[in-house]
């Protein structure tokens, strides 16, 4: 497997499994605590939850399927991006955990700047 596949199977399933796992399947204590930071009802949080683990889970099969059209990829890196801003933001102590949002999301990016190098190499190839 290489560079670009690889980038691809891991950016994508880790979108999808962040909105299935913690989000659908298994409601994470997390997902209530940070959700909940918005201030909405009980059950409003549980559906912005349940909303937000079906738009994970589909933007996932997205970067899956559209991995070399770059504005997918930009996409994708506003979107690690901001949700380490939410946190910092709505619950700033979760930044010095184990697993936080950069440790989590860096990498990622990362591996999305991989995946937007390569399409932008064949965006120029093909000029």
Same mark, same amino acid.
């Given at each position: 497997?290489?560079? &670009? ?39 409003? $949080? ?5 909303? +937000? ?16 059209? &770059? /504005? ?9 991006? +901001? ?14 955990? +184990?697993?936080?949002? /950069? $440790? ?14 390569? +399409? ?6 093909? $000029?």
């Amino acid at each position: 497997m290489n560079i &670009v596949q690889l980038s691809r199977f891991v950016l994508g399933f880790s979108w999808i499994y962040h909105g299935l796992f913690p989000k659908l399947l298994f409601l994470a204590p997390l997902e209530l605590e940070m959700s909940g930071s918005i201030g909405l009802s009980e059950s409003s $949080t549980l559906l912005l939850i349940r909303v +937000a683990g079906v738009s994970v889970i589909l933007f996932g099969i997205l970067v899956w399927v559209f991995y070399k059209q &770059v /504005i997918v990829l930009y996409l994708n890196i506003v979107g690690f991006i +901001a949700l380490i801003g939410f946190v910092l933001i709505m619950t700033p102590h979760l930044m010095v955990e +184990a697993f936080n949002p /950069i $440790t989590t999301n860096l990498p990622l990016i990362v591996l999305s700047l991989v995946l937007l190098n390569e +399409a932008q190499k064949r965006g120029s190839e093909n $000029t």
